[in-house]
């Protein structure tokens, strides 16, 4: 075996020095100017998931249901007593029944939905931090307005449908009720 010494010195020249204080230049520069703001990102990123960002961002979605479907659901009241329908029938009864519980629906899907949004909006933050070092971190956060309005909309036309059709059903099935007891009378 022979004594071969891996280890093979090059004499610096005036090219190699320049480029080793390039490099710790860029380094120093790094630590000092991007390192603070990287940190701060990754802390405004990581609050995303805090408690209460996720409950303001279910807040939001499920507020937005209920603003826009409570006319729907004050429409689906008057429709049937503008008809003729009692209010205390069991059809009536039954129809605001299933209303409300679509808007419940809607709202807790929204509620969820908003947190889901949350937690993938931090989770594309965390990408763009990692992308920064690449140069690819240019996808823009959405604001919590973004995510609320992404978690309610098909919350929203989902309720609307279910609303109508109970409307619908329940004049249905009160029409015939009325024709049917219009038919007994007649006897």
Known sequence: MSDVS????????????????????????????????????????????????????????????????????????????????????????NNMGAMRGTMADATANADLGGKVGMRDKQLQGYQNILGWANNQGNRAQASMTDVADAATQKSITDAQNSMMNASGMGLAAGTLAGMGAAGLGGR
């Open 6 to 93: 891996t280890h093979t010195t090059t004499p610096e020249n005036p090219y190699t020095k320049a480029l080793a204080d390039i490099s710790m230049s860029k380094l120093h520069n790094y630590r000092k100017f991007i390192v603070p703001v990287q940190n701060m990102a990754i802390k405004t990123v990581g609050d995303m998931s805090s408690k209460p960002m996720m409950d303001k961002a279910g807040g939001m979605a499920s507020d937005q249901v209920v603003q826009q479907l409570t006319p729907s659901l004050k429409a689906g009241i008057m429709m049937p007593t503008t008809r003729g329908v009692a209010p205390n029938s069991g059809s009536f009864v």
